[in-house]
């Protein structure tokens, strides 16, 4: 059995290297092989952004291959390099409008509760955008957040066959747990890296 880090990776449009969105979940695997383990783990990223994916804003590149799966064995002493890379598409954009490319939806998951154990290190979360212009509103629209769901439900259910279980890992105790559930609240976040660099800049007075 292999805990394994799979970083998402979407390119921004700008093509520059520090343009891009990226997602981090972790599964565990009982496969026969770890190349099945490495194909399940790749084929349940691409099948969850396949769930959102008409909804992500056109800012993101459509390129076939542009995106990334990268995998790491956590077993591996650090600096880690990646033990797989694979690569998918996103399908197209509805809309050519765009919400700014900070605004995101989080999606949390979590592994079983248990009393004496602080709840925090046995959550995770998602931060799933950017998103279109449609997606427009005072609160993020019911079928955003379904859609969100769907995705959660991509990365639990298996594509291959391949034992590969979706895990809360928690940096602070080294240790992971099965994730049992989690939810999308109906309030929008930000994640702030995502925004795009200056380009210029406007003085006063």
């Known amino acids: 059995m292999a805990l394994i880090r799979a970083t998402a990776v979407l390119p921004l449009l700008s093509g520059l290297p520090n343009d891009v969105v990226t997602n981090t979940v972790y599964f565990d695997t009982a496969a026969v092989t770890l190349e099945d383990a490495y194909d399940e783990i790749s084929a349940r990223i691409s099948n969850a952004y396949g769930e959102i994916d008409d909804k992500l804003a056109v800012a993101l590149s459509r390129v076939t291959g542009a995106c990334s799966v990268v995998q790491y064995d956590m077993a591996d002493p650090e600096p880690r390099i990646p033990v797989r890379t694979d690569t998918f598409t996103l399908?197209?954009?509805?809309?050519?409008?765009?919400?700014?490319?900070?605004?995101?939806?989080?999606?949390?998951?979590?592994?079983?509760?248990?009393?004496?154990?602080?709840?925090?290190?046995?959550?995770?979360?998602?931060?799933?955008?950017?998103?279109?212009?449609?997606?427009?509103?005072?609160?993020?629209?019911?079928?955003l957040i379904t859609a969100c769901i769907a995705f959660a439900d991509e990365l639990a259910t298996s594509v291959l066959e391949a034992t590969v279980t979706w895990r809360q890992y928690s940096p602070t105790t080294g240790q992971d747990r099965g994730v049992v559930g989690g939810y999308v609240d109906d309030a929008w976040d930000t994640q702030r890296r995502r925004g795009y660099q200056a380009s210029e800049r406007t003085t006063w007075p």
């Open 91 to 143: 399908g197209g954009a509805s809309v050519a409008t765009l919400l700014p490319t900070e605004v995101s939806l989080v999606l949390s998951y979590h592994a079983d509760y248990e009393s004496g154990v602080a709840n925090a290190r046995r959550r995770g979360r998602l931060y799933l955008g950017p998103w279109d212009g449609d997606q427009l509103g005072h609160r993020p629209p019911a079928a």
